[in-house]
């Protein structure tokens, strides 16, 4: 058979986009690995009905609401090649697979890299984070940090600010803060350390201090890391589409990229600030673009 769209990625977009369409009654193959970018965090937060759910139990919801739509194939499997035919695409998976759709929509969000520090991922999603919006709350009022090697960082300082005042913002050896910038945060009795970060020390994923290359070290409860962000899908020599100036993939305004047919949803295109909630709204947005497109040629 040949789906009508399929989608590449099980994320709060791709999920999204797979209701709206399958509630448009068009056939859908939704494409998912399995390795949801947030599967270290330990609630979701920001999404109204949603607020605190864990992620696994998101997906369970997500996956028994979507399965009721008889047009909606879920296929657990990873991608490997994509190509354009005259009669759209042609995705093929790990296993050999071959996949034909009219449309595809390539939703499968961004990786994360973070700065290379000692003890990261044993605190990575019970003390450590890297949203405000997501995590701020659970560390309001409490000795907190951020570490970025991004010029933002200054941003980052004054929106935590917000959720504790009790600050040190950290460029781990970096020099990103202009001296007004200092001053500015020194201001408000934000400390600001420019001194390279050896460890993050402590016990059982809860953090007790930040260790420093020099030998000294600050006591936080938690914090927050920034990362860089970078492209998942790895399917741009196979297809061609433009990418944006930060990496994403680029699209115009409804949705569709520079490869008739082909459409991203989600983180994939830079989404922001990332949030579940933003992606999902994506997913929706993009998925009646592509209903529109698909209706549209079925009447010409």
Same mark, same amino acid.
């Given at each position: ?40 965090? +330990?609630?979701?937060?920001?999404? @109204? ?19 009721? #739509?008889?047009? %909606?194939? +879920?296929?657990?499997?990873? &991608? ?8 759209? #695409? ?6 050999? &697979? ?6 595809? &929509? ?26 405000? #919006? ?6 309001? /009022? ?10 933002? &960082? ?5 929106? $935590? ?15 990103? $803060? ?8 020194? *201001?408000?009795? @934000?400390?600001?350390?420019?001194? !390279? ?29 920034? !990362?860089?962000?970078?492209? *998942?899908?790895?399917?741009? /020599? ?15 305004? *409804? ?11 989600? /983180? ?13 709204? /994506? ?6 673009? %592509?209903?529109?497109? $698909? ?6």
């Amino acid at each position: 058979m040949i789906y009508e769209c399929a989608i590449i990625g099980g994320g709060p977009a791709g999920l999204n986009a797979a209701l709206v369409l399958g509630r448009a009654r068009r056939s859908v193959a939704l494409i998912d690995n399995n390795q949801p970018r947030n599967a270290v965090t +330990h609630a979701s937060h920001g999404f @109204i009905t949603r607020d605190g759910i864990t992620p696994s139990e998101f997906r369970r919801i997500a996956y028994k609401e979507l399965l009721n #739509y008889p047009s %909606v194939n +879920h296929l657990q499997t990873e &991608i490997v090649s994509v190509n354009k035919t005259a009669m759209g #695409y042609e995705v093929v998976d790990i296993s050999g &697979i071959l996949i034909r759709t009219k449309k595809l &929509i390539v939703a499968t969000g961004v990786k994360e890299n973070f700065p290379l520090i000692e003890g990261f991922y044993s605190f990575y999603g019970k003390s450590l984070f890297n949203c405000p #919006y997501c995590d701020g709350w659970e560390l309001q /009022d409490q000795p907190i940090f951020v570490v970025s090697e991004n010029p933002s &960082i200054f941003h980052t300082a004054k929106l $935590l600010f917000n959720w504790s005042k009790d600050l040190v913002v950290c460029t781990n050896g970096l020099t990103l $803060l202009s001296e007004v910038q200092k001053k500015q945060l020194q *201001s408000k009795g @934000i400390t600001v350390i420019e001194k !390279p970060i050896l460890a993050f020390i402590g016990q059982n994923g809860r953090l007790e201090h930040i260790r420093f290359t020099d030998g000294t070290h600050t006591s936080r409860a938690g914090g927050f890391v920034m !990362p860089q962000f970078v492209q *998942s899908a790895p399917f741009r /020599d196979q297809l061609g589409y433009e990418l944006t100036k930060s990496g994403g993939i680029k699209t115009d305004e *409804s949705g569709k990229t520079s490869i008739p047919g082909l459409y991203s949803a989600g /983180d994939a295109s830079y989404v922001k600030p990332s949030q579940v909630v933003f992606a999902a709204a /994506d997913g929706s947005r993009i998925a009646m673009t %592509v209903n529109m497109d $698909l209706t549209e040629e079925e009447f010409e």
